[in-house]
């Protein structure tokens, strides 16, 4: 069976500082991997996905993530938080061949002035 | 534009009652997903549907049913088995079939619906 653990629930930052959003997955074959973004009342679209090639990959607003296999990792990184970045992020998987999709009981980011 | 709609965004229901959440979408998708959202507990799958006039139970069926009659629709019936439904409900549609090639596993979600039983 797959899981997936963002340890954090809440993580609040000032503007203009870095964040960081862990998500670590457990799953005995190889998956995919994907950040999703949810605003106030409304339904969840996708930030990023890692299917494969670069172990890095970036979002159209700043995100990025990083692949790590060794250690089972997809940690969402931002240089430089916006006010616009509050909202609560998910991160999912997808085990190869399978049409399941396995959320993270997300983190909700708080943005401060 | 393409996308899927829910409706109603609000609803209320007292106890007892059955009422059906409605997910339409013109993105011409094959499979299409219910989730429960509840506060620190993630996205919990319902039911999916693969196909017209097919569909699975998720983890947490009980209490909801569904029908695939048209590939647009996939509508939810809350039922009054359903012992706390009080919650924000996500449908969601994806393009391709069970084998997962690239991008086809990205789900479009819609607004989402949020159910209070009084």
């Known amino acids: 069976a797959q899981s997936v653990t963002q340890l954090d629930s809440q993580v609040p930052v000032f503007e203009e500082a870095p964040v960081e959003l862990r998500c670590n997955y457990s799953?005995?074959?190889?998956?995919?991997l994907f950040w999703y973004v949810q605003y106030p009342n409304q339904g969840l679209q996708l930030l990023l996905k890692?299917?494969?090639?670069?172990?890095l990959v970036e979002s159209i607003n700043g995100f990025e993530a990083e692949f790590n296999k060794s250690q089972t990792s997809f940690h969402l990184r931002k240089p430089s938080v916006h006010i616009s970045d509050t909202a609560e992020y998910f991160c999912a998987v997808t085990p190869i061949n399978t049409d399941k999709l396995i959320f993270g009981t997300g983190t909700r980011l708080q943005v401060f002035p | 534009d393409g996308g899927i709609t829910q409706s109603p965004k609000y609803l209320f229901r007292k106890e007892g009652q059955n009422v059906t959440l409605s997910c339409e979408q013109n993105?011409?998708?094959?499979?299409m997903y219910w989730y429960r959202q509840d506060p620190g507990q993630g996205l919990r799958l319902i039911y999916y549907?693969?196909?017209?006039?097919?569909?699975q139970k998720g983890d947490i069926a009980e209490g909801y049913s569904v029908s695939r009659e048209k590939k647009e629709s996939f509508p939810l019936t809350v039922t009054s088995a359903q012992k706390n439904p009080t919650a924000f409900y996500l449908c969601a549609s994806k393009d391709g079939g069970l084998v997962a090639v690239s991008g086809a596993n990205v789900l479009t979600f819609g607004a989402g619906s949020r159910l209070t039983v009084l």
């Open positions: 549907s693969q196909i017209v006039n097919d569909f």
């Open positions: 890692y299917l494969s090639g670069s172990t």
């Open positions: 993105l011409n998708h094959d499979a």
């Open positions: 799953s005995s074959v190889s998956v995919y």
